[in-house]
Nanobody, 117 residues
Framework: QVQLVESGGGLVQPGGSLRLSCVAS????????MGWYRQAPGKQRELVAL???????NYANSVKGRFTISRDNAKNTMYLQMNSLKPEDTAVYYC???????????WGQGTQVTVSS
């Protein structure tokens, strides 16, 4: 059983920064991708950024140049450094682990990020 625990959310003013962390525990095998998704009230969950175990990275166009995703495979931990935050970044941010061969998805409980003055 895989568990994901996010931390680092909070309230920040526009232009500020936050760093999210996601720690994965449990056992899994094979290629995987870890990612951050977000869901704002009344909207669908959307991909923010993802990073594969081999280091391939993708970002949503809306966060390119502002957010940086990284992972420490030895610690089973993923990070999202968010800079130049905007009110439209306000959402619940979810950590995801996807096993690429079998297609299994695991989700964290989510952490709230609120960007407001």
């Amino acid at each position: 059983q895989v568990q994901l625990v996010e931390s680092g959310g909070g309230l920040v003013q526009p232009g500020g920064s936050l760093r999210l962390s996601c720690v994965a525990s449990g056992t899994w095998y094979g290629s995987d991708a870890m990612g951050w998704y977000r869901q704002a009230p009344g909207k669908q969950r959307e991909l923010v950024a993802l990073v594969t175990k081999s280091g391939i990275i993708n970002y949503a166009n809306s966060v390119k140049g502002r957010f940086t995703i990284s992972r420490d495979n030895a610690k089973n931990t993923m990070y999202l450094q968010m800079n130049s935050l905007k009110p439209e970044d306000t959402a619940v941010y979810y950590c995801n682990l996807r096993l690429l061969v079998v297609g299994t998805n695991y989700w964290g409980q989510g952490t709230q990020v609120t960007v407001s003055s």
